[in-house]
């Protein structure tokens, strides 16, 4: 048995649950487990590659018996990246370095690279996804999704890593369930104008619209649908936005809801896992139903729906007229004013938008959870930015706003007590007086996700799952296994080393 097989065969073997010390003592005895796990992941990771560095070393052997300098430096600088000490690589430089007329290959020979290549990175992609599944029953889903996602970039075409993110192939391409569904119905994706049915695909292209059968420039049906009684609908894999602002605009909005959603899951997978594990490796958890979104073009319609739908509470409106919008746990849906200057605007929306999501999918009773919970993990992920792809991910380190905020009040003396934060209300902590304290916890969790290479992780997401299902009595310093000092302490000494 390898030593993660049998760290993990520990970790399946403790016990579920247990009050109180007992259960801090259990989380104790499972964390190392995973530290353990997690020590072992770069052994792992170099056992996984052996096969596939033999090949590339196989492929480069070839390609230097043909003259293919150019070709064989690339392989064996991506053998280097995989393991500096690959002990092939002395003798492939030398030979590669005793080149002196290279060649270039030609048709027949760059179709047989090609072939090696794909042959030997689909079998690399399978071994990655055996080493995630691993993981995956050691209760490291993060660490599982990150070797999945590697997978990915050796075969994209990889079943296992595919089906786990919940994907299912349509012809020749993997697409999400939503996306299948629309296919299925003979739509197709319109960039700047979303889903629309596939006969009307080619004119909307152009920039046209049909609206009751009647063909109009998009800029004709935008004033149309600026009415809050015919406002757009967009559906998203996770979202139902209800815009009154230009379509392209609301396309837009409604892939980087779907991208945050994304975002969300991956940060926050032991969460979404919290009371859904299974055996086989399943990163998607979708809510009950899609989430409603309105989002007003004009600030004095989103003015309008604010005070009919917060009527009798004259407070809460004057507050929120001033604000970009707002996720009401009272309607489940979030109301967005496009018309707020950026960057504020879209650092609120994510940020709302992340309490929606984490609020809805728990369906999460009126107060909960404490003020500092909910912003911590909804503040630490508003700032997730979207990629060329625009896959969305959070910046690390102090490159992180939050983290490099804290850094600086810490070297200064003003960053608030953790003691303090916990036991604040919303009154307290959202005091105007007090405006470090979003930043300190949004800091607080980001130590908490990343410290020790995520040993944390699974026992904070759970606390805050659990203090979102409004579980009574619910400690962060049982579920960490350390008091507040002590808390402290290694945050600062977090914030020091960044």
């Known amino acids: 048995m390898t030593r993660t ?114 042959a030997a990175r689909t079998a690399r992609a399978a071994a990655l996804a055996n080493l995630a599944a691993t993981y995956h029953r050691a209760s490291l889903p993060r660490t599982a999704l990150g070797l999945v996602m590697q ?44 889903w629309v049915q596939g006969a009307l695909a080619e004119r909307a ?89 309105h989002f007003f073009g004009e600030k004095p319609d989103y003015d309008a729906v604010i005070k009919k739908e917060f009527k009798n509470q004259l407070a809460v409106q004057i507050i ?32 709302q938008v992340a309490s929606q999501i984490l609020s809805e999918y728990t369906q999460a009773p009126a107060g909960n959870p404490k003020a500092w919970i909910g912003t911590s993990v909804c503040g630490s992920v508003q700032y997730a930015l979207p990629d060329d792809a625009g896959h969305f991910s959070l910046p690390v380190g102090h490159k992180h706003p939050a983290v490099g905020k804290a850094a600086e009040m810490l070297q200064q003396g003003t960053l608030p007590p953790l003691a303090t934060l916990f036991t604040l209300d919303a009154g307290g902590f959202w ?5 470090g304290n979003s930043e300190a916890i949004s800091a607080f969790c980001r130590f908490l996700m990343d410290t020790k290479d995520g040993a944390y992780a699974l026992d904070f997401q759970e606390f805050v799952y659990d203090s979102y299902k409004g579980v009574k009595n619910a400690s962060l310093n049982d579920y960490l296994g350390m008091d507040n000092a002590t808390l402290e302490q290694e945050f600062h000494e977090y914030l020091k080393q960044q």
């Open 431 to 435: 005091n105007p007086l007090m405006p």
């Open 5 to 118: 097989a049998a760290l993990i065969a520990l970790c399946l073997l403790l016990p579920g649950s247990a009050p109180g010390g007992e259960m801090s003592q259990r989380r104790t005895a499972e964390r190392q487990t995973r530290m353990s796990a997690l020590r072992d992941l770069p052994e792992a990771l170099k056992r996984s590659n052996e096969p596939y560095l033999a090949a590339l070393g196989s492929v480069c052997q070839w390609l230097i018996g043909l003259q293919a300098k150019d070709e064989a430096g690339k392989l064996l600088a991506e053998m280097d990246g995989l393991n500096e000490k690959n002990s092939a690589s002395p003798a492939l430089k030398k030979s590669l370095e005793a080149i002196a007329a290279p060649a270039a290959l030609d048709e027949a020979k760059q179709k047989e690279l090609a072939t090696r290549l794909k």
């Open 320 to 351: 929120l007229l001033l604000l970009p919008g707002i996720y009401s746990a009272t309607t489940h849906a979030s109301y967005f004013n496009q018309a707020a200057p950026e960057p504020f605007r879209t650092l609120f929306r994510q940020n």
């Open 205 to 293: 292209k152009k920039g046209e619209w049909c609206e009751n059968g009647r063909w109009m420039p998009i800029d004709e049906a935008d004033k149309l649908h600026k009415d809050t009684a015919k406002p757009w609908t967009i559906e998203t894999q996770h979202f139902n936005l209800v815009s009154t602002a230009p379509r392209k605009i609301s396309v837009q909005v409604a892939a980087e809801l779907d991208g945050l959603r994304q975002a969300c899951n991956r940060e926050y997978l032991d969460f979404f896992m919290r009371e859904r594990r299974s055996p086989q490796m399943q990163f998607t958890q979708p809510l009950p139903k899609k989430m409603l979104v």
């Open 151 to 194: 997978a990915l970039d050796s075969d994209p075409n990889n079943a296992v890593a595919r089906q786990a993110l919940g994907q299912v192939l349509v012809g020749t391409e993997w697409k999400d369930a939503f996306a299948a569904q629309q296919i299925q119905k003979g739509n197709v994706y319109v960039p700047d104008m979303g």
